[in-house]
């Protein structure tokens, strides 16, 4: 049996490893992708839209449906396209066939959210890998609409490690602090996939390499390789990954949290998201004392396995280039 999953996106270099990564699951029959909803997050929520068409085009997807991000007005943090290019995808759209879906015409991200999870209640899983504004607003129009998944798994935060963009703070939850508090009240089984296990995450152009050897021919391998020689330019620059050649395929980590959570080891806990505090707005606090752990919303991950998270990720995405 197939899991029917959203995936909620801002690609994004490491969205696009986590998209590329699913279809390698959907290629071999694991799992059935029922919508993609964009969203603001790392570029606009045109540029979001734009580059997820061309990922889905590029793997034969064209036909998902795919939502456009709600805006948000209030965003005091900037975007993130210093990491992953002002198309998201470091320059590389240009080398990939045009957009296909239509942004003028797109549902939005949040009605498509509230009418998949309507149509099939208790069978979605909604991975979130952007800020929570899509979620959030779905929530809002429609109280109670995100129990209707069959769980959400999200990319963001920073517990016992210093966040990305603020000493504390990461970037999905900061973009949208109001939105990821919304969202982590609205049940008590959220998996979160934060900084803490997302920092070992590295994928190295090397890897790539690896990658392209199983099909040079195949456009997508020397897109891989490209996007993954663009994404360690920039990591380097920002001093993300130690010095280590390579970047942080932070979103991929929602992905192997489902199909192989063998890579992972979670703790429950009660997620708070800070929306005030004048150095620390964004933040995600679980108190680490031994309390009962009364009203808990959450399973975090603060621990990985990240050499085999890898190899997993490594060899579906040889197998997606299998012809
Ligand atoms: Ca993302």
């Not at 309390?291 to 060899?315: R, Y």
Request: glycine share 6%.
């Amino acid at each position: 049996m197939s899991n029917k999953i959203i995936l909620d996106t801002d690609p994004g270099g490491d969205d696009i490893f986590a998209l590329l990564w699913l279809q390698s699951l959907i290629k071999q029959g694991c799992a059935e992708l029922v919508a993609v909803t964009t969203a603001q997050g790392n570029v606009d929520a045109k540029t979001t839209f734009t580059c997820a068409s061309q990922i889905l085009s590029l793997g034969k997807l064209e036909q998902v449906e795919l939502g456009r991000g709600v805006v948000f007005q209030g965003v005091e943090i900037a975007d993130a396209a210093y990491i992953h290019g002002v198309d998201g995808m470091g320059g590389l759209s240009q080398t990939l066939p045009p957009a296909k879906h239509d942004f003028s015409t797109a549902p939005a991200s949040d009605d498509l959210i509230i009418d998949k999870l309507n149509k099939h209640p208790g069978e979605i899983t909604l991975i979130a890998i952007a800020p929570l504004t899509n979620l959030a607003a779905a929530e809002i129009k429609s109280p109670g609409i995100l129990k209707k998944a069959k769980e959400i798994i999200i990319m963001g935060g920073a517990f016992q490690v210093p966040g990305n963009v603020t000493s504390h703070a990461e970037f999905n939850i900061a973009f949208n602090a109001k939105a990821a508090k919304k969202v982590f009240s609205s049940r008590n089984d959220i998996v979160v996939l934060p900084l803490d296990i997302t920092k070992q995450l590295i994928f190295t152009p090397y890897m790539a390499e690896e990658i392209k050897k199983i099909n040079p021919q195949n456009q997508l391998s020397e897109f891989i390789l490209k996007l993954s020689e663009f994404m360690t330019k920039t990591t380097l620059f920002y001093r993300e990954t130690s010095g280590i050649p390579g970047f942080l395929v932070h979103d991929a980590a929602t992905i192997a949290y489902l199909f192989y959570p063998e890579t992972l080891f979670l703790q429950r806990a009660k997620v708070e998201i800070e929306t005030q505090g004048n150095f620390s707005k964004g933040q995600t606090i679980v108190d680490g004392r031994h309390f009962a752990k009364t009203d808990v919303n959450s399973w975090v991950a603060l621990q990985a396995n990240a050499i085999n998270l890898l190899a997993v990720l490594v060899e579906d995405l040889k197998f997606l280039l299998l012809p």
